[in-house]
């Protein structure tokens, strides 16, 4: 029991009323939601917010008495726990800690004793008695450590002499019958169901030998008509034998005020509420009987104290560590963010970070490339990664590609997909992420017709499907370009977002491919009837070589009418690691290339989805660099082509190619129509198949017949 030595120092038998000051609670819960709230709302505002917390009078004799905040805090108008009396509170988050030191406490606790007093004077504590039970908390948040400062402070107001009992108190049991105590549950019961409540904090009371009467404290004048005895209730969670709880201080200030000049001594029953071995009982109430204090009309606010005291009995602020008691893991989940929720506070407040969360992503290719994607989705907070690759990890992959070491080469290698999901976890638990390791099959590499190589290319291609079908950007990060084939058709198909990256040795391209509209193959035919994009000559290189024809031609296209990695050729895909040598079968680049356009290919995706038509946006290009960006992070691009040699980076936007080998009516039509049986015809033909597919051959009959016909032209000249 500790006490306020500018009112009262001397004892009960000195008949001055001393309290038992509340002692603050705060459950875990409370701090992880003032976390959510700094980053996610409040962010730098340090404005004063409501809050709630709640005390109970059915504690244990010894304990002290506590007022509790808990997760639901922040829910102003949300449910008190039974039993429980709600008490409204203010939240002064601060910024910074030397904010948090140097705020004026003195005049926080003068204004909220000032709205205590105006209630009182007004009569508007009558209505709503739990203004009188209020709190203020100061907090700094150190959301780096986990470390969360406060002070709590209970506003009560003083009288300057204090305040005197006619004589002890007495137990319940002691002044009033059996029969009047359970007349006194009841009423107290009936009460609540009233007001609708699960506790009274104040109430009114008159009882004779056999009845309880109870109202509330606005009732004052009509339920004391012609009363020579007044006896007022009060809802006391303290514990203590003598001494009666925090919020009967200025329950006796209001009964000072409105009604002191009439009444010289008043009957206070501190209603406690316990369950003893399973049985209730309220026979440990105390009944004080007080001199009130004379207050004239006249006097201004009196003086107050509240704040709390701190572990070490004084004056100053309580600390708490979260970092030592809470899972590593859940700590690690509500880190990895951090900077991310940091974006909204000032840089960036549109951003939609759960879009980007929750994306579900598929990275075909473990290898420079999917490494690097892989990290930087993570640092976007994506939680959904999947790995697709067949290869295994080689002496020369863990210096080039950061998900891997030396360990992983020995034996033969692990596989990456296996390996590169085992890293990601070790980095962040939180991460749900799978790896698949398969091959995908690719035109111009031939399916063996015996049946169980039938069969496995088959389930290859059936569970390729599956996963695009269950994420919703897939990353195209192969070593060839054939490879990228299969998975361009299907992603067309089902309407997923493709996200596209290469490499030269100083070049790259980062490419985003046309969505195609929720329609049937002709409507699309329709909308393709623009002009193609060009072509190029084939070219075995996966970054296409040489110019764009066409590219930097043609503006504000339609996401749906933006070409594929494919649309620029006029060749189909076909085996481009036949007979070459060991520096064209690998992809020999510089060795940053790969991280930056790694990196640039998840923040193209990051951009897409902050626009409001996601992936069918209209293409941003280089000339919109000086205008106002579409998204909150700027603008969405086609194509990023990089130059590492002279630093340099282009946005050349171009459109769907009518005949283009992986996107084009056609070949969705057959695909979507013979599913397996088109599929296996272009792994097993040659090139020549797509091409008389789509009508390249007859392009390329016409083109060879008009430059005869220009030659014929030149030669008769």
Partial sequence: MAS????????????????????????????????????????????????????????????????????????????????????????????????????????????ETMEIWDAVCSGTALKDPSILCRFILLTFADLKKYHFYYWFCFPALCFSEGIKIVREP????????????????????????????????????????????????EDWDAFFTGAEKVTVGVYDPCTLSQHPGWPMRNLLVLLAKQWGSKLDTVEVLCFRDRTLQGSRSIQHSLVFHIKLPKIPCTTACPKSVGWEKNVKGAMGPRMVNLSECMDPKRLAESSVDLNLKLMRW???????????????????????LGCNVARTLMGWGVRRITFVDNAKISYSNPVRQPLYEFEDCLGGGKSKATAAVDRLTKIFPGVNAEGYNMSIPMPGHPVNFSQATLS??????????????????????????????????????????????????????????????????????????????????????????????GASLFSNIPGHKLGCYFCNDVVA?????????????????????????????????????????????????????????????????????????????????????????????????????????????????????????????????????????????????
């Fill in 4 to 111: 306020d030595s500018r009112e009262a120092t001397s004892s009960t038998a000195d008949f001055k009323l001393q309290f038992a000051p509340f002692s603050s609670a705060l459950e875990a819960g409370f701090w992880h939601q003032l976390t959510q709230k700094k980053l996610n709302d409040y962010r730098l505002d340090e404005s004063p917010k409501s809050i709630k917390g709640h005390y109970y009078n059915g504690d244990p004799l010894g304990l002290p008495t506590r007022l509790t905040l808990e997760f639901s805090a922040f829910e102003e108008d949300g449910p008190t726990p039974a039993h429980c009396c709600r008490s409204g509170g203010t939240l002064y988050n601060t910024n910074t800690l030397d904010a948090f030191k140097t705020i004026d406490k003195k005049a926080l606790l003068e204004k």
């Fill in 346 to 368: 000032r840089l960036v407040p549109s951003l939609d970070l759960d879009k980007v969360v929750s994306t579900k992503c598929l990275l075909l290719g473990a290898g420079t």
């Fill in 573 to 717: 895909p076909g085996d481009s690691t036949k007979d070459r040598t060991l520096d064209q079968q690998c992809t020999v680049s510089r060795p940053g290339l790969a991280m930056i356009a790694g990196a640039l290919a998840v923040e193209m995706m990051v951009s897409i989805l902050q626009h409001s038509e996601g992936g069918y946006a209209v293409a941003s290009s280089s000339d919109d660099r000086m205008n106002e960006p579409p998204t909150s992070l700027g603008l969405v691009p086609h194509q990023i082509r990089g130059f590492l040699s002279r630093f340099d980076n282009v946005l050349p936007a171009s459109l769907a190619f009518d005949k283009c080998t992986a996107c084009s009516p056609v070949v969705l039509d057959h695909y979507e129509k013979e599913g397996f049986n088109f599929l296996s015809q272009v792994f097993n033909s040659s090139h020549s198949f797509l091409e008389d597919l789509t009508g390249l051959t007859l392009l390329h009959q016409e083109t060879q017949a008009a430059e005869i016909w220009d030659m014929s032209d030149d030669e008769s000249i």
């Fill in 456 to 549: 496995q290319a088959q389930r290859d291609v059936e569970q390729l499907e599956k996963l695009i079908s269950e994420h919703d950007v897939v990353f195209l990060l192969m070593d060839t370009r054939e490879s990228r084939w299969l998975p361009t058709v299907i992603a067309a198909s089902k309407r997923k977002l493709v996200v596209n990256a290469a490499l030269g040795f100083d070049t790259f391209v980062v490419m985003r491919h046309g969505l195609k509209k929720p329609s049937t193959s002709q409507s699309a035919s329709a909308e393709l009837d623009s002009p193609s994009s060009g072509s190029s000559s084939s070219s075995s290189s996966l970054t296409p070589a040489g110019s764009i024809p």
């Fill in 170 to 217: 007495s137990v319940l049991d002691q002044v009033f019958s059996a029969k009047q105590i359970a007349a006194l549950q009841q009423g107290y019961d009936d009460l609540c169901i009233k007001r609708r409540i699960t506790a009274v904090p104040y109430f009114l009371m008159k009882y004779t030998e056999d009845t309880v009467q109870m109202a509330p404290l």
